[in-house]
C-alpha cells in the first residue's frame, strides 16, 4: 500500500521561512508533487520531483530523498496570501493516479 | 494554459435525489479525469479514474453504483451521485490530465470544485 505523513498544522510569522515535511512509503516511484490549496479552492501546483535533490523555484522550493522517502517543501520571505493548505502527493500502487497526503494548513501571521 | 471547469460550483439537494456534477476542459483534450472527494479539513481522496471511451476505474471502498462516472468526449466527463444522503455532502473536484497514463509535472489540472449539501 501507500501512506504519506505530513504535520497537520504548522505556523509562522512573515518574512520567516518555513519547511514542510512530507514522508512517504510507496511500492514503486514516480515521483512526488506539492499542491497549494486554498480554502474551497482546487489545488494548484508547486513543485514536482523526480530525482534526488533541490529544486528551487522562486521563494518556494522542494526536496526529494528518495532513498530516505523524504520530501519538504521550503517557503521563504513568507507572505500572509502563503497561508494555506500543502499537499504533498505521490503517484499510486497502479501507476494511474495522484495519491495525496492529509495536507499541511499554515498559517503566516503578521 | 490549461483550463478545466466544473459545473455547478455549488448545489443544494434534497436527500434521495441525484444530482450531476460536469467536468470540461476548456483547452485541451482531457485523456483521462479523476474525480476527488474532499471533506472538510481533510485531504483530496481520489474517488475514480475515468478514461474517455471506457469504464471508470473505482477505488476500494468507492460505490461504483452510486457515484456513475461517465467520461462520453475528450473535453467532458460527469459525476452522478444517485441518491444522495446527507454523509455525501463534500466538495467534489475533478481534475484533467493530457497525458493517457499518469501526470508528469504540471500535467495534472483541477477544475475549482463543486460543494455539494445534502439535505
Known amino acids: 500500500g501507500q501512506n504519506i505523513d505530513q504535520p497537520t498544522e504548522m505556523t509562522a510569522t512573515e518574512g520567516a521561512i518555513v519547511q514542510i515535511n512530507c514522508t512517504y512509503q510507496t511500492s514503486g516511484f514516480n515521483g512526488l508533487f506539492w499542491y497549494q490549496q486554498h480554502a474551497g479552492e482546487a489545488p494548484t501546483f508547486l513543485s514536482y520531483?523526480?530525482?534526488?535533490g533541490l529544486e528551487e523555484k522562486g521563494r518556494f522550493s522542494s526536496f526529494l530523498s528518495r532513498s530516505k522517502g523524504y520530501s519538504y517543501l521550503l517557503l521563504k520571505e513568507l507572505q500572509m496570501k502563503d497561508s494555506a493548505s500543502y499537499l504533498c502527493?505521490?503517484?499510486?500502487?497502479?501507476?494511474?493516479?495522484?495519491?495525496f497526503g492529509k495536507g499541511t494548513t499554515l498559517s503566516v501571521s503578521s | 494554459g490549461a483550463v478545466v471547469s466544473q459545473h455547478p460550483s455549488w448545489v443544494i439537494c434534497k436527500s434521495g435525489t441525484s444530482v450531476k456534477i460536469e467536468c470540461r476542459s476548456l483547452?485541451?483534450?482531457?485523456?483521462?479525469m479523476f474525480w476527488y472527494r474532499q471533506f472538510p479539513k481533510q485531504s483530496l481522496m481520489l474517488m475514480a479514474t475515468?478514461?474517455?471511451?471506457?469504464?471508470?476505474?473505482?477505488e476500494q471502498g468507492v460505490e461504483k453504483d452510486k457515484f456513475l462516472i461517465n467520461h462520453a468526449s475528450l473535453t467532458l466527463s460527469t459525476l452522478t451521485v444517485t441518491s444522495a444522503h446527507p454523509e455525501d455532502s463534500s466538495f467534489y473536484i475533478c481534475?484533467?490530465?493530457?497525458?493517457?497514463?499518469?501526470?508528469?509535472?504540471?500535467?495534472?489540472?483541477f477544475g475549482p470544485g463543486t460543494r455539494l449539501t445534502v439535505l
Open positions: 481534475s484533467a490530465s493530457k497525458r493517457g497514463v499518469v501526470p508528469r509535472g504540471n500535467e495534472q489540472f
Open positions: 483547452d485541451f483534450q482531457a485523456t483521462t
Open positions: 475515468s478514461n474517455e471511451g471506457s469504464k471508470a476505474t473505482y
Open positions: 502527493a505521490v503517484i499510486n500502487q497502479a501507476g494511474t493516479a495522484l495519491i
Open positions: 520531483n523526480v530525482l534526488d
